[in-house]
């Protein structure tokens, strides 16, 4: 059994990558069962223990709308926070600021929708009033010196709109820069993206005044196109990914959006290209191992699977 990949490098690509670990909030929250406090907390303390530095520890969101994330507040207060990890944390809105900063989290992210449906659907309201819901929580928590990550969800496709022009995702990531977020993740939600679309959207999203240094991409695996389309961003000079440990996740509000990719097969591709990430994909494999008999259940991960025989 193979403990990793033979490396080949391949010219012209990023040498470094860094891994925005989503699992804990975008993979947790799909789950249909509540997974009980002291699992998360191990599980973030096992994603650190495994080299990852940028953890999204969970989202400040109504517990009416995501149950399995009610216990925010409790999981915040009980992290065991490590000098270089990072622990971002979703807010919704002004309430979910408020909660974050009793917690003490240092960083959030915010999101807003592509597609005028999903903000409909998932936000209840517009695409430009979640713009304008998102203005004074980026605000304020910049006020605080606080980082703010801005997510665009459907940047490639919306299962009720259909295809999604590049420069429309493209507007909204420039206004989310114009705000003040520092860096903004493009959804795929339904992973309907393609390995030649990607450098069209990052195209048209440099041209809307967000550097390419600022983006990072966020696939799901839905038709099998995450790792082609993470090869694409590379090319095309992106060094930041999001994924889940494990492949856990979906979108409660978009019933055709599968899991996330998966955190394993994504260190997979890139300790075969000989990029770092600072991440031991072995330590990895035995987290969602582990977190697989938590839950009941197979790892969706190819490598997971893989290496586990």
């Not at 495994?50 to 969970?58: D, R, Y």
């Not at 936000?123 to 979640?130: K, Q």
């Not at 980026?138 to 459907?154: K, L, P």
Request: with cysteine; charged share 20%; net charge negative.
């Amino acid at each position: 059994m193979a403990a990793g990949p033979e490396v080949h490098p391949k010219p012209d690509l990023p040498s470094d990558v860094r891994i925005y670990e989503v699992g804990p909030r975008d993979g947790l929250q799909a789950e249909a069962t509540i997974v009980p406090l002291a699992i998360k907390l191990e599980l973030i303390d096992r994603l650190a223990d495994a080299g990852l530095a940028a953890i999204e520890a969970t989202s400040f969101v109504s517990p009416r709308w995501v149950p399995q994330l009610a216990d925010a507040d409790e999981l915040f207060a009980g992290l065991r926070r490590r000098p270089g990890v990072r622990y971002p944390v979703l807010v919704p809105n002004q309430r979910g600021l408020d909660r974050a900063l009793v917690a003490g989290a240092d960083e959030i992210a915010v999101f807003v929708s592509a597609t005028e449906t999903f903000a409909q659907r998932n936000l209840g309201t517009s695409r430009d009033g979640a713009l304008e819901m998102a203005a004074p929580v980026i605000s304020q928590a910049r006020e605080r010196g606080m980082s703010v990550r801005g997510y665009v969800s459907m940047v490639f496709g919306d299962p009720w709109e259909g295809s999604v022009p590049p420069e429309q995702a493209a507007a909204v990531a420039g206004r989310l820069t114009e705000l003040g977020c520092g860096s903004i993740s493009l959804g795929d939600t339904i992973g309907v993206g393609t390995a030649g679309h990607v450098p069209v959207l990052l195209d048209a999203v440099e041209a809307a005044g967000v550097p390419r240094s600022q983006v990072a991409l966020h696939f799901h695996d839905t038709y099998g196109q995450a790792l082609a389309n993470v090869l694409a961003g590379l090319e095309a000079g992106v060094t930041e990914f999001d994924s889940s440990a494990g492949g856990l996740g979906g979108c409660p509000y978009a019933k055709s959006a599968t899991g996330n990719l998966a955190t394993e097969d994504l260190v997979w591709l890139l300790d075969g290209l000989g990029i770092r990430s600072g991440v031991d994909l072995g330590t990895l494999v035995q987290t969602s191992q582990w977190l697989a008999g938590q839950l009941g259940r197979p790892s969706p991960s190819r490598v997971v699977s893989a290496l586990s025989g």
